[in-house]
T-cell receptor, first 115, second 108 residues
Framework: DVKVTQSSRYLVKRTGEKVFLECVQDMDHENMFWYRQDPGLGLRLIYFSYDVKMKEKGDIPEGYSVSREKKERFSLILESASTNQTSMYLC??????????????FGEGSRLTVL | GQQVMQIPQYQHVQEGEDFTTYCNSS?????IQWYKQRPGGHPVFLIQ?????EVKKQKRLTFQFGEAKKNSSLHITATQTTDVGTYFCAKGGNQFYFGTGTSLTVIP
């Protein structure tokens, strides 16, 4: 059974803290994605990666960075957390390119609260 | 941004009534996908449409892709309480940009 695992379901951090959100997939997918989900705004793409050490900005990359050192792991980093980054963060993976027909497999999500 | 527009944002229906959500893009789409997210859950893939004018059915769910490949719809016939959740469209490609979603509430 395919699996995308996010390291933390719930996190509470303080403003200015550095936050790491980890995501691991066991499907040997090359594509991995980070979204944030907010009421009324749907899922907004933060960053994505097609391969190890490769990353591309999505719609809302400001305030975030990512790391893809290994194929199965894609980390989202908040260098200095702010209250407007309080959100649900969803990681996803999909089949290798040129699979623009590949479905996304999502993790359970990480709900981050920044105080 | 790259998001697609989706309407309505919310829909409340009596059990047994039909439901439709619409997805619109200003640009031609190579393909479109639909996902369902149950309350407290994560989005789960339902279907992908690729061809102009394509219609696909999954039991009570009917998915359509517009002739111009700029819009799509999801129609549920005779809703049930198990249909509750948020339905998202996503424009395919390498980046998978999502619509804003339609939250469906089914009143028993």
């Amino acid at each position: 059974d395919v699996k995308v695992t996010q390291s933390s379901r719930y996190l509470v951090k303080r403003t200015g803290e550095k936050v790491f959100l980890e995501c691991v997939q066991d499907m040997d997918h090359e594509n991995m994605f980070w979204y944030r989900q907010d009421p009324g705004l749907g899922l907004r793409l933060i960053y994505f990666s097609y391969d190890v050490k490769m990353k591309e900005k999505g719609d809302i990359p400001e305030g975030y960075s990512v790391s893809r050192e290994k194929k199965e792991r894609f980390s989202l980093i908040l260098e200095s957390a702010s209250t407007n980054q309080t959100s649900m963060y969803l990681c996803a993976s999909s089949r290798p390119r040129p699979a623009n027909t590949g479905e996304l497999f999502f993790g359970e999500g990480s709900r981050l609260t920044v105080l | 941004g790259q998001q697609v527009m989706q309407i309505p944002q919310y829909q409340h229906v009596q059990e047994g009534e039909d439901f439709t959500t619409y997805c619109n893009s200003s640009t031609t789409l190579s393909n479109i996908q639909w996902y369902k997210q149950r309350p407290g859950g994560h989005p789960v893939f339902l279907i992908q449409l690729v061809k102009s004018g394509e219609v696909k059915k999954q039991k009570r769910l009917t998915f359509q892709f517009g002739e111009a490949k700029k819009n799509s719809s999801l129609h549920i016939t005779a809703t049930q309480t198990t249909d509750v959740g948020t339905y998202f469209c996503a424009k395919g490609g390498n980046q998978f940009y999502f619509g804003t979603g339609t939250s469906l509430t089914v009143i028993p």
